[in-house]
């Protein structure tokens, strides 16, 4: 009853940009937190940001200092602002969300099917 969804990915050089988006719809109460996972064929996936609805984030640490996330509330979005783009950040990122639902009032646990960012010459 929830969905979540990815856009912004692509391809670029390294040292370039790119801003993700992922925008949740549906049964949607209220949103405890957003947050972006990594994963290519080789490494288990990985958390990269998180924020929670009142804008507290985290990063990991190959990313600090590089990669911005952010929300805003009215648009149930967040995105991911990735700069100095290296090749190792190449994977396929996706938005994962903790969510109460308007119908049962629980909190459930969503992904989104992912968008692939290709860093390379």
């Known amino acids: 009853q929830v969905q979540l969804v990815e856009s912004g990915g692509g391809l670029v050089q390294p040292g370039g940009s790119l801003r993700l988006s992922c925008a949740a719809s549906g049964s949607i109460f209220s949103i405890y937190n957003m947050r972006w996972y990594r994963q290519t064929p080789e490494k288990q996936r990985e958390l990269v940001a998180g924020?929670?609805?009142?804008?507290?984030?985290n990063y990991a640490d190959s990313v600090k200092g590089r990669f911005t996330i952010s929300g805003d509330n009215a648009k149930n979005t967040a995105y991911l602002q990735m700069n100095s783009l290296k090749p190792e950040d190449t994977a396929v990122y996706y938005c994962?969300?903790?969510?109460?639902?308007?119908?049962?009032?629980?909190?459930?646990?969503?992904w989104g099917q992912g968008t692939q960012v290709t860093v390379s010459s």
């Open positions: 994962n969300a903790d969510v109460r639902t308007s119908d049962s009032g629980s909190r459930r646990n969503y």
């Open positions: 924020i929670t609805s009142v804008g507290t984030t």
